[in-house]
């Protein structure tokens, strides 16, 4: 009898363990992580180098974009996501060299572009994703966000007749707005999204032509695809 009673009372003690272990293993995994890469497309020109019939205009090109996302819940219809993001470019300069003629009273300007140093565009976000109804292996979203966006101009590779006008890195307050689709086959799950970020992009404010350029609206867009990845 008291060695049934010990079995009895260690049994009892070991079922809250048992039960404790089984839910550990049968709780849902909230957090995903999802590495992404993809293409960087900016839309803006960014600041003007010169006067008058010297003037010309800058623009960050296109270029890879890497990044990493942490999305809490991402089977509830809503749900919060932060990213990182890194886009690799150049800063070109572009110029008018002339006009050519292209019929009968019509012209059209020719531009020059050249590559005149590295730079990088750094993206911080956090997101708000509200999930469509499933169709099929498919399920859209939409993103709607706001973080910060980061130029990082490489000075010792910028020309001189653009360095001034990129005297120092710039960060900015920017918008997210992005339209996104999980595919999900066997088990895993495939994110593909095309964003833009909106900020301004303040201009070096020597020239008139800069100071008229205050403000303006600079928009990138991001085409990304990215692996959901559930941590244990």
Request: proline share 6%.
């Amino acid at each position: 009898m008291y060695r049934v009673t010990l079995w009895l009372l260690a049994a009892l003690l070991s079922c809250p363990s048992w039960s404790s272990e089984a839910a550990a293993q049968n709780a849902p995994r909230y957090l995903r992580v999802v590495p992404t890469a993809g293409w960087y497309l900016p839309v803006r020109d960014a600041r003007v180098v010169g006067e008058g019939t010297s003037a010309a205009w800058t623009r960050v090109a296109e270029g890879p974009m890497l990044g990493v996302q942490a999305e809490w819940k991402p089977h509830f219809p809503v749900s919060l996501r932060g990213g990182l993001l890194a886009a690799l470019s150049d800063l070109e300069l572009i110029r008018n060299v002339g006009t050519v003629s292209c019929g009968e009273r019509c012209y059209r300007a020719v531009y020059e572009t050249d590559p005149v140093g590295g730079t990088r565009v750094f993206l911080g976000v956090a997101d708000l994703l509200v999930r469509g109804p499933h169709l099929w292996v498919a399920q859209p979203y939409l993103v709607l966000g706001g973080g910060l966006k980061h130029y990082a101009f490489d000075q010792g590779e910028l020309r001189d007749e653009v360095a001034a006008a990129f005297p120092d890195d710039e960060t900015d307050p920017a918008g997210h707005l992005a339209l996104g689709l999980d595919l999900t086959a066997r088990g895993y799950t495939v994110v593909a999204e095309a964003g833009t970020y909106l900020s301004t992009f303040d201009p070096a404010p020597e020239t008139a032509a800069q100071e008229e350029r205050s403000g303006q609206l600079q928009s990138d867009v991001a085409l990304t695809l990215g692996v959901r990845i559930r941590l244990r």
